[in-house]
C-alpha cells in the first residue's frame, strides 16, 4: 500500500455547509489528483496539481477549489455542498516525469450530502 | 467524453479459472495501465505496458496492448477468492499525460 492518506473516510453533511476533504502523501510526489467516482462507474479527474503553487482544473466541471501549499499535502474544499456532489472522491499522487505516470491513491473519501 | 470502455462490466467465475477483461480506447496513447479496486477503496496500480510494447507479464497477470486496434487486454491465471474486485483500465495520453479511465470490470471469484 502507498503512503497516502484521506480524511474523513466518510462524511454526511447538510447542503450547504462548507467542507474540506483531506489529502497527503508522504513519498515526496509533485504530483497530486483528486477523483470523483460514483459507484461502479469510472473516475473523473477534476483537479490536479504539478508541484507546491500549482492548480489545475480536470475534465469533469467542478464546484471544488484546491490548493497546494506544501508539496505533502493537497485539500481539496467544497463552499457550499449540495446533494449533486454526493460521491465518492479520490485523492491520488505521482512522480513527475513528463509522461503518464503510474498513481497511488489513498483509501477514498465517501461523501453523502443531505 | 469517455475514452475507455471496459469488457465484460462483470465476471463470475470459479476459482481455480483464469479470467480475461477488455479495455478499448479512443486515441494516441503513451502507455496503458491496469489497476484493482476492492470494494469501493482507492485503486491499486497492476501493470503497465508501453505503446510500443505487445505483452507484459506480472505474476498471474497478462497484459497485451494491441495499438492498431487501440484494444488491451488484462488475464488473470488460476484465480483466487482474493482477486474478486473490480479492474480498470487507464489509457496514458499522449496529449497531455493524462489518465482517462474506463467504467472498470467487477470480476466475482466463486470459491
Known amino acids: 500500500e502507498a503512503d497516502i492518506y484521506q480524511t474523513p473516510r466518510y462524511l454526511v453533511i447538510g447542503t450547504g455547509k462548507k467542507i474540506t476533504l483531506e489529502c497527503s502523501q508522504t513519498m515526496g510526489h509533485d504530483k497530486m489528483y483528486w477523483y470523483q467516482q460514483d459507484p461502479g462507474m469510472e473516475l473523473h479527474l477534476i483537479h490536479y496539481s504539478y508541484g507546491v503553487n500549482s492548480t489545475e482544473k480536470g475534465d469533469l466541471s467542478s464546484e471544488s477549489t484546491v490548493s497546494r501549499i506544501r508539496t505533502e499535502h493537497f485539500p481539496l474544499t467544497l463552499e457550499s455542498a449540495r446533494p449533486s456532489h454526493t460521491s465518492q472522491y479520490l485523492c491520488?499522487?505521482?512522480?513527475?516525469?513528463?509522461?503518464?505516470?503510474?498513481?497511488?491513491f489513498g483509501p477514498g473519501t465517501r461523501l453523502t450530502v443531505l | 467524453s469517455q475514452q475507455g470502455e471496459e469488457d465484460p462490466q462483470a465476471l463470475s467465475i470459479q476459482e481455480g479459472e483464469n479470467a480475461t477483461m477488455n479495455c478499448s480506447y479512443k486515441?494516441?496513447?503513451?502507455?496503458l495501465q491496469w489497476y484493482r479496486q476492492n470494494s469501493g477503496r482507492g485503486l491499486v496500480h497492476l501493470i503497465l505496458i508501453r505503446s510500443n510494447e505487445r505483452e507484459k507479464h506480472s505474476g498471474r497477470l497478462r497484459v497485451t496492448l494491441d495499438t492498431s486496434k487501440k484494444s488491451s487486454s488484462l488475464l488473470i491465471t488460476a484465480s483466487r477468492a482474493a482477486d474478486t474486485a473490480s479492474y480498470f483500465c487507464a489509457a496514458g495520453l499522449d496529449s497531455n499525460y493524462q489518465l482517462i479511465w474506463g467504467a472498470g470490470t467487477k470480476l466475482i471469484i466463486k470459491p
Open positions: 486515441t494516441s496513447i503513451n502507455n
Open positions: 491520488a499522487s505521482s512522480e513527475f516525469t513528463g509522461g503518464p505516470d503510474t498513481q497511488y
